[in-house]
C-alpha cells in the first residue's frame, strides 16, 4: 500500500491524468447506455430505408450542394426545433436522422426521442460515411 502511496505523491500529474480519463470514459459510456436512439452504419440505414423508413436531413443549406439521401426531408439543425411539429405525421415510422458527420444528428435523436417518436437511428458517420461507402446521392 506504501507504494501506491508513494507513486501518488511522486506522480500528481499522471494520477490526476488517469482520473480524468477514466471520468471520461464513464461519461462516454453512461451516455451510450442511457440514450434512447440507435447509432447505425450507412448499411444499416439501407436496410431501414427499404423497410419505408422516413429519413431525415438535419444539415445546413449550404451543406446540400454536396447531395442527399433520396427522399429524405430536409429541416435544417438551426431551425429544428421551430419546425418538428412538421414531421409528427412520422413519428410512428423509424425514423434515420443524418448531418454531414454524426455529431449534430445525435442532437436530434434525443430531441425527436424526447417528443415520442418510437424509433430512431442516428447514421454515424453522418452524410460522409454515407458517401464513403459509395451509396447512391440526389442532386437538386
Request: charged share 20%; hydrophobic share 40%.
Amino acid at each position: 500500500m506504501q507504494d501506491y502511496l508513494n507513486f501518488i505523491s511522486n506522480n500528481p500529474v499522471l494520477f490526476s491524468l488517469f482520473f480524468v480519463i477514466l471520468a471520461f470514459i464513464i461519461f462516454h459510456e453512461f451516455r451510450n447506455f442511457t440514450q434512447k436512439f440507435t447509432s447505425i452504419s450507412p448499411q444499416e440505414a439501407v436496410f431501414l430505408i427499404n423497410k419505408d423508413a422516413f429519413i431525415l436531413d438535419v444539415r445546413e443549406k449550404t451543406e446540400l450542394e454536396q447531395g442527399s439521401i433520396k427522399n429524405s426531408k430536409h429541416i435544417s439543425y438551426s431551425s429544428f426545433k421551430s419546425s418538428i411539429d412538421s414531421i409528427k405525421k412520422y413519428s410512428n415510422k423509424p425514423t434515420i436522422v443524418y448531418c454531414k458527420s454524426g455529431v449534430r444528428s445525435s442532437s436530434i435523436s434525443n430531441i425527436l426521442t424526447k417528443n415520442n417518436f418510437d424509433e430512431v437511428y442516428s447514421i454515424k458517420g453522418g452524410f460522409e460515411a454515407w458517401v464513403s461507402e459509395n451509396l447512391p446521392v440526389v442532386k437538386s
